[in-house]
């Protein structure tokens, strides 16, 4: 639990709202990364998020790094947290932190499944998928320099490094051999994206890191959860989004295609065809994304499977990330994309 007494005295220094009245923190969630509180003075309320005690030092780093981006988007187009303050003083609650604004809404994650009327409603759920595209395509045309995100990432080479970077990472945790791996890795050495416009992007979007309003139409609330984001091609973020987006969404397969039910939702070609629309890029060369963020993704996976321990969700990726690795290989031996 964080030190309520040191936090008010903080933000009283800084002059936010609620002065001199009693603090309230009631943990919403949190892991071995970050925790996140409500925090409640008289009628204001706001999110703290930091690193737990025992996280890595480099979360420090890396909380400091989410509070840019979320401090960038403000005066955006894009859905997202307002930004309050920051404090890099550990003398305050042991970690540096930030507030951000309450988020009035929902996540698809809060049960992992929808909420009325999307869930006995289901030509309502289209509107979902629609704002989760629309929020990836407006984040992608935000004038990252302009907002002061220049040092931000290295776009310059961004995608000559992906292979190199995770085939050495994976090399470090590699306790098996991955089916397809040779034949992924070597197809996305031969090719690449037919462009490369860099942007802000969020490093692990999907239905689990937005938030919606209450009450239909769907409409984007936020989207959070900014530890991966960098400054490279948000073009990634598309495929991660559909790398396992099935075409045909009134199958029974859809309902168990992702860890939310996906009948109802626009096919993955009418989702990507908003995408383009909205965000003006060309998605001509979606395969390429699409095997690098399956071969990623199988990667990172392959992590958490290595360190699982006792650990349930973690060892049920082991049936997961071949799976994973054999559909990139399958995608780059049957694309037709030449780039």
């Given amino acids: ?5 040191r936090l008010a005295t903080w933000m009283d220094g800084m002059g936010l709202p609620g002065k001199g009245a009693p603090l309230e923190a009631r943990f919403l969630s949190g892991g071995t990364q970050n925790e996140i509180y409500e925090i409640v003075r008289r009628d204001d309320r706001c999110v703290i998020r930091l690193p737990p005690a025992h996280a890595p030092a480099n979360r420090d780093e890396g909380i400091l790094r989410e509070w840019r981006i979320i401090q960038a988007l403000d005066g955006t187009d894009v859905p997202h947290t307002k ?16 507030l951000m604004g309450f988020v009035d809404g929902w996540s698809p994650m809060g049960n992992k499944q929808w909420v009325e009327p999307f869930t006995s409603d289901h030509s309502q759920r289209a509107g979902l998928a629609y704002q989760l595209a629309e929020g990836i395509a407006l984040l992608s045309q935000v004038d990252w320099k302009a907002q002061g995100l220049h040092d931000l990432g290295r776009p310059d080479g961004f995608h000559e490094r992906q ?10 945790i590699k306790g098996r051999e991955l089916d397809g791996m040779d034949v992924a890795t070597r197809w996305l050495r031969e090719h690449k994206p037919l462009d490369f416009v860099p942007g802000i992007m969020h490093g692990d979007y999907q239905f689990a890191n937005v938030m919606f309003r209450d009450g239909a139409p769907a409409r984007l609330a936020a989207i959070v959860d900014w530890e991966m984001g960098t400054v490279g091609d948000p073009k990634l973020d598309l495929a991660w989004m559909v790398q396992s987006w099935p075409e045909d969404t009134n199958t029974p397969e859809a309902a168990t295609a992702s860890y939310v039910d996906l009948r109802g939702m626009p096919s993955r070609s009418q989702l990507v065809a908003h995408y383009a629309e909205v965000s003006g890029r060309q998605v001509d060369d979606l395969d390429y994304y699409l095997v690098l963020a399956k071969w990623k993704l199988a990667i990172v996976l392959e992590q958490g499977f290595q360190r699982a321990g006792d650990d349930i969700k973690l060892q049920s990726f082991g049936a997961i990330v071949p799976e994973l690795m ?10 037709g994309y030449r780039g």
């Fill in 1 to 5: 639990m964080i030190d309520t007494e």
């Fill in 83 to 98: 930004a309050i303050a920051a404090c890099e003083d550990t003398s305050v609650l042991g970690r540096p932190f930030y």
């Fill in 163 to 172: 292979v190199s970077r995770w085939t050495g990472f994976f090399e470090r």
């Fill in 326 to 335: 054999r559909s990139a290989a399958e995608l780059a031996e049957s694309s």
